[in-house]
């Protein structure tokens, strides 16, 4: 596996997945519902202002900013994934929303001018994004004097069973997903709040925020588990996907009594732990 996880291979695993993310958006939202919202209370949208969101994928999170915003105001729906901004227009519209613009934009190369916007937001990307402190000095860059940025990314692996089980399943099958975790572009490489602390400081915000926000997935029983997992769960759907149906079977033998612990009668409730920063633009 290689040290630093690559933006090309993300964006094309990212994209694949795209269709099945506007599939589920809404459960995508309600899922994670309590860090969307604790990421819009700490950039504190008012009326009249210029939010960006990125990494958005379909959009849910940044039009909780856009209805704070009002019809004088802006937000800036953005992702690496043309697929995803797609995505996030269709939203848009289904909402109403005459106030959000849909972009694509690299978080490591932000197409906007010096000390643009008042608000910067993203939830579950920051980690995926290979150069990391690239992209906090972008947002630093393009807020303005006392902007807040708040993003949220997540805890280690142990603090989530909705990804490790499955992941366990798989490794314990021969089958590795792609990349290492812990590397930058992993999905558990800003899991501490050390990290996000030492981040956001030499980007030179101020003011560094980080709280965990816990809660949980909840399916109707395995098959609905796998069958979501297996489309919506980026570089891990993409794997599965390529698998044959032996193996499939293997893994999932693997994985089912693994889920004992979390298993309500025939239901599952898999806990879920984010990891939650706010800095201000000093």
């Given at each position: 596996?290689?040290?630093t996880?690559?933006?090309?291979e993300?964006?094309?695993?990212?994209?694949a997945?795209a269709a099945?993310?506007?599939?589920?958006?809404?459960r995508?939202f309600?899922d994670?519902?309590?860090?969307?919202d604790?990421l819009v209370e700490?950039?504190?949208?008012?009326?009249g202002?210029?939010v960006l969101?990125?990494t958005?994928?379909p959009g849910e999170?940044?039009f909780?900013v856009?209805a704070?915003l009002?019809?004088?105001?802006?937000?800036i729906s953005?992702d690496f994934?043309p697929?995803m901004v797609?995505?996030?227009?269709?939203?848009?519209?289904?909402?109403g929303?005459?106030n959000?613009?849909?972009?694509v934009?690299?978080?490591?190369?932000i197409?906007?001018?010096?000390n643009?916007?008042?608000?910067?937001?993203?939830?579950f990307?920051?980690?995926?994004?290979?150069?990391?402190e690239?992209?906090v000095a972008e947002v630093?860059?393009?807020l303005?004097?006392?902007g807040r940025f708040?993003y949220?990314t997540?805890?280690?692996?142990?603090?989530?069973p909705?990804?490790?089980?499955?992941?366990a399943?798989l490794l314990?099958n021969g089958?590795?997903?792609p990349?290492d975790?812990?590397a930058p572009?992993?999905?558990f490489s800003?899991?501490?709040?050390e990290?996000?602390q030492?981040?956001?400081?030499a980007?030179?915000?101020s003011?560094?925020?980080?709280?965990?926000?816990t809660?949980?997935?909840?399916?109707?029983g395995?098959?609905e588990?796998?069958?979501y997992?297996a489309e919506?769960a980026g570089?891990?759907a993409?794997?599965?996907g390529?698998?044959?149906?032996?193996?499939?079977d293997a893994i999932?033998?693997t994985?089912e009594p693994?889920?004992?612990?979390?298993?309500?009668?025939?239901?599952l409730?898999?806990p879920?732990?984010a990891v939650?920063?706010?800095?201000?633009?000093?």
């Amino acid at each position: 596996m290689s040290e630093t996880n690559s933006a090309e291979e993300a964006l094309r695993q990212w994209s694949a997945v795209a269709a099945a993310w506007d599939k589920h958006r809404d459960r995508l939202f309600s899922d994670v519902r309590s860090v969307s919202d604790w990421l819009v209370e700490e950039v504190d949208p008012q009326p009249g202002q210029t939010v960006l969101e990125l990494t958005a994928g379909p959009g849910e999170t940044g039009f909780l900013v856009a209805a704070r915003l009002g019809r004088s105001g802006l937000l800036i729906s953005s992702d690496f994934a043309p697929e995803m901004v797609a995505a996030a227009r269709r939203g848009a519209s289904d909402h109403g929303l005459d106030n959000v613009e849909c972009r694509v934009i690299d978080a490591q190369r932000i197409d906007l001018p010096d000390n643009s916007v008042d608000g910067a937001l993203s939830q579950f990307g920051l980690m995926l994004v290979p150069e990391q402190e690239r992209a906090v000095a972008e947002v630093r860059r393009v807020l303005r004097l006392g902007g807040r940025f708040s993003y949220a990314t997540w805890a280690p692996p142990d603090r989530n069973p909705w990804i490790f089980q499955i992941v366990a399943a798989l490794l314990q099958n021969g089958v590795a997903p792609p990349g290492d975790p812990f590397a930058p572009g992993g999905l558990f490489s800003l899991s501490t709040a050390e990290r996000n602390q030492e981040l956001a400081s030499a980007a030179g915000f101020s003011d560094v925020i980080v709280e965990e926000i816990t809660g949980a997935m909840r399916f109707d029983g395995v098959n609905e588990y796998w069958s979501y997992m297996a489309e919506v769960a980026g570089p891990v759907a993409e794997l599965i996907g390529s698998l044959e149906s032996e193996r499939i079977d293997a893994i999932r033998a693997t994985l089912e009594p693994s889920l004992e612990p979390y298993k309500s009668g025939s239901a599952l409730e898999l806990p879920l732990a984010a990891v939650a920063t706010r800095a201000v633009s000093g």
